[in-house]
């Protein structure tokens, strides 16, 4: 039973930093961003916000993760879920610089951004340290 | 009644021995600014720095390097090694370097039990002229950091190597900054 027990930690520690998937951040620019036409630009930031938009819920995973390191500490196996790489947070900041950057640059083309919120987003940590969102409210860019 | 009271001292012991061996202090950004740089053209222009990838550091768990703390370095070692004049946090910038940090080890073992170990850090950067939405240039820069047997103890010696992998990759990444023509 002990020699179970032993065997169950030494794997625990040896799978911890198994949790998660690995982050998959889009760069800032891609290639004839430049020529893009207004339409193209209008479609692109409506495509990145909805984008972010479905990631928004999956980037704050400090809950979950202190439930399981609070676990971890009694039974060790808790700690196999803690996700540590973030990958939702880093994709959507990633989604978030790129979104900005076609925002400024449909701006200086004098673009008609109608349909779509025409502001840029700030990051994460800045939206934490303005408030953040209360529970029960849908979550918004 | 003695031998009861001696387990449950002994499963505290194990609880604080578990935190303690997961437990990590965040890097520090005046840790992660080189000390040399290898320049061959100094830019005369001001950039803007933004950085993602990076994550911060739970109470309960291993050391991790933030955005802000690689931005904070990041800027610092700009500035001191002069390869661009000034670093700005507005859009007037002439330039705008994006950084991404794309990977980096976190290793658990050999942190702990006190043997050498390698830190890896892949970072993509990017460099684009303001005003112009244009990437002037872009790299893959990847480094390594190996830590030195007995350099810091348990939870230290993560953080030491995270700072140290920042270190070496920001020294690589303004060398080659420095190389190309703007």
């Known amino acids: ?141 | 009644m003695k031998s009861r009271r001696f387990q449950h001292f002994l499963w505290g012991l194990f609880v604080l021995l578990v935190c303690m061996f997961f437990a990590g202090c965040a890097a520090r950004a005046n840790r992660m600014i080189p000390s040399s740089y290898d320049l061959k053209n100094k830019h005369p222009c001001t950039v803007k720095v933004e950085v993602v990838g990076g994550r911060e550091t739970h109470p309960l768990w291993t050391s991790q390097i933030s955005d802000s703390a690689f931005t904070e370095a990041l800027s610092s070692a700009i500035v001191q090694s002069g390869v661009f004049v000034a670093v700005v946090n507005d859009e007037k910038a002439d330039y705008l370097l994006d950084v991404t940090i794309l990977h980096y080890d976190q290793p658990v073992i050999g942190p702990k039990i006190g043997m050498g170990f390698d830190v890896n850090m892949v970072t993509r950067w990017e460099l684009s002229k303001a005003g112009e939405y244009k990437r002037v240039w872009m790299d893959t820069v990847s480094t390594t950091y190996k830590t030195k047997l007995g350099e810091a103890i348990l939870t230290e010696r993560l953080q030491k190597a995270n700072e140290g992998v920042v270190r070496t990759n920001i020294q690589e990444a303004i060398r080659r900054l420095s190389q190309i023509q703007l």
């Open chain 1, 1 to 141: 039973m002990r020699a179970w027990g032993i065997l169950l930690i030494i794997i625990s520690v040896f799978l911890a930093g198994c949790a998660g998937r690995e982050p998959n951040p889009v760069s800032c620019y891609a290639p004839g961003d430049e020529k893009l036409s207004c339409e193209s630009l209008k479609q692109q930031i409506g495509q990145l916000q909805s984008d972010m938009l479905a990631l928004l819920p999956k980037t704050d995973k400090s809950f979950t993760n202190t439930l399981w390191a609070v676990g971890g500490v009694v039974a060790t196996v808790p700690y196999l879920f803690i996700d540590m790489k973030d990958a939702e947070r880093i994709e959507y900041e990633a989604f978030r610089r790129r979104h900005n950057r076609l925002l400024l640059m449909a701006g200086e083309k004098g673009c008609c951004l109608e349909g779509i919120k025409a502001e840029p987003i700030p990051a994460l940590w800045q939206k934490k340290s303005e408030g953040g969102r209360s529970n029960g409210e849908t979550p918004k860019l």
